[in-house]
Structures are given as structure tokens and as C-alpha cells.
């Protein structure tokens, strides 16, 4: 499995932005997808993560009532929209996918820049 993530780039306080994530390969193996960040000196953290059927949601408590992960199963796409985005959401921004059948691989993408500034 191969995932692409592209929408980043740098925005003012406020603003919003829409993060793509495009998955290839073995697709039909991958379960929960999501959306994790990662800030310079700081640890990868999640930010969003939705089930393969786009059915159930869960969103770290930061980003709850700004952010919304959506997925498109038949296009192998997910998709990260984000509003009322502050300075502390500067990261890169990395793409992610489990396997469904044991040993769950993971997979990540490249990750993408989101500057936020103030």
C-alpha cells in the first residue's frame, strides 16, 4: 500500500485548508485510516482517524469542532478538512492506514507541511 498526502502549505490564522490523502496498492487490505501530525521537537501525535466503511470518527480533543476526516472508498481517497486553524496546528502532516488482517501493518505517507501563521 502506497498513500500520497498533497494540500498543505501555509495559511494565515483562521483560515482553512483541505488535506488529501491518496491510497494505491493493495487497497482492499487497509482498515482504519487517519491523519497524525508531527511538530518540530515534538512527538507524532493523531489528530483524526476513520474506519473503512467511513462510519465511525474519532478526533484528538484539539482538533474536535475544527477539523473533519472524511473518506472515499471507491476512489482510494481520505480526506482532512481543516477550519479555524490556529498556529499550534504548524506540523507536518503524515497519512496513515492499517492492515485489517494480522499482523495489522502500518503504512505512511510522506508526510505534508501546514504552516499556520499568526
Known amino acids: 500500500v502506497q498513500l500520497v498526502e498533497s494540500g498543505g502549505g501555509l495559511v494565515q490564522a483562521g483560515g482553512s485548508l483541505r488535506l488529501s490523502c491518496a491510497a494505491s496498492?493493495?487497497?482492499?487490505?487497509?482498515?482504519?485510516m487517519g491523519w497524525y501530525r508531527q511538530a518540530p521537537g515534538k512527538q507524532r501525535e493523531l489528530v483524526a482517524t476513520?474506519?473503512?466503511?467511513?462510519?465511525?470518527?474519532n478526533y484528538a480533543d484539539s482538533v474536535k469542532g475544527r477539523f473533519t476526516i472524511s473518506r472515499d472508498t471507491a476512489k482510494n481517497m481520505m480526506y482532512l478538512q481543516m477550519n479555524s486553524l490556529k498556529p499550534e496546528d504548524t506540523a507536518v502532516y503524515y497519512c496513515?492506514?492499517?492492515?485489517?488482517?494480522?499482523?495489522?501493518?502500518?503504512?505512511w505517507g510522506q508526510g505534508t507541511q501546514v504552516t499556520v501563521s499568526s
Open positions: 496513515h492506514a492499517q492492515g485489517r488482517v494480522p499482523p495489522f501493518p502500518n503504512y
Open positions: 496498492g493493495n487497497t482492499y487490505s487497509i482498515n482504519v
Open positions: 476513520i474506519t473503512s466503511a467511513g462510519g465511525i470518527t
